[in-house]
């Protein structure tokens, strides 16, 4: 029998995560493991050498006191027996477009899983979303359909749903994100704190997930491990080949 791991970086309660369980059940033994708490923007990060606490909330539920990735890392090794045959990541209650994945703990979720060696993807909502059985339906259809046929090797991929009505799906490339990060001061008792926030924007692209998800299209992206820029290797190498003597 399959082998189905959800996870998510909203945390063990987050009611998509039931959404999904009952959605694939069908599909293979499907487990639940993730943070104990909402772990939003916690990007690929993991508890190294600290312990963490591992708590079966009831049967193939499984909540870590740790980050996103501590969840994948430790159903895998500590769980699992190290073997799952998929991951969904998600449904995340906000989209992660162009440079989101970088702080997203939802795609650190199907990194990790690709880094094990799983057949991983995540999928995120655009704010205000009404697309909820859609969604859970090309979810079905895409887990079927991997786990028959698997992904390439070294890659995963980032899926977005538009809130508005769905026009079809669009295999996309990433597109840049404008963050208008601000530092907003607070008061906390008699200390100064900041708090990072403000307004997001994107460049319009076409062939983006931004572009699709703007014109009521489903964003498919496949990301791949490999992060080198080939192109410009021959312009580095003769860039930096002085740079020491030897």
């Excluded at 799952?84 to 992660?96: F, K, R, T």
């Excluded at 786990?147 to 026009?167: E, R």
């Excluded at 208008?180 to 062939?207: H, N, S, W």
């Amino acid at each position: 029998m399959k082998k189905i791991l959800l996870t998510n970086d909203d945390g063990i309660y987050s009611p998509s995560l039931n959404y999904l369980y009952e959605k694939l059940k069908d599909l293979g033994e499907v487990y639940v493991c993730a943070s104990d708490e909402n772990r939003s923007a916690a990007s690929h990060s993991f508890t190294l050498r600290k312990p963490i606490k591992i708590c079966e909330i009831k049967k193939n539920w499984y909540s870590v006191s740790g980050t996103p990735t501590d969840a994948v890392l430790l159903f895998y090794h500590a769980i699992s027996n190290k073997k799952v045959d998929l991951l969904i990541a998600g449904i995340n209650d906000s989209p992660n477009l162009g440079e989101d994945i970088l702080y997203s703990g939802t795609v650190a979720c199907a990194l990790e899983g690709t880094i094990l060696g799983i057949n991983s993807f995540a999928v995120s909502f655009e704010k205000n979303n009404k697309n909820l059985e859609i969604a859970l339906d090309l979810i079905y259809n895409l887990a079927k359909n991997i786990l028959k046929y698997g992904l390439p090797k070294n890659t995963f991929l980032n899926i977005n749903i538009p809130h508005k009505k769905i026009k079809g799906i669009k295999i996309t490339r990433l597109g840049k994100r404008i963050y208008k990060d601000m530092a907003i001061p607070i008061k906390k008792g008699d200390d100064l704190c900041y708090i990072i926030d403000g307004e997001m924007g994107f460049v319009k692209k076409r062939g983006t997930d931004f572009s699709a998800i703007e014109k009521g299209y489903i964003s498919i992206t496949p990301l791949h491990l490999d992060m080198t820029n080939y192109q410009v290797i021959k312009k580095l190498e003769k860039r930096f080949k002085n740079l020491i003597k030897i």
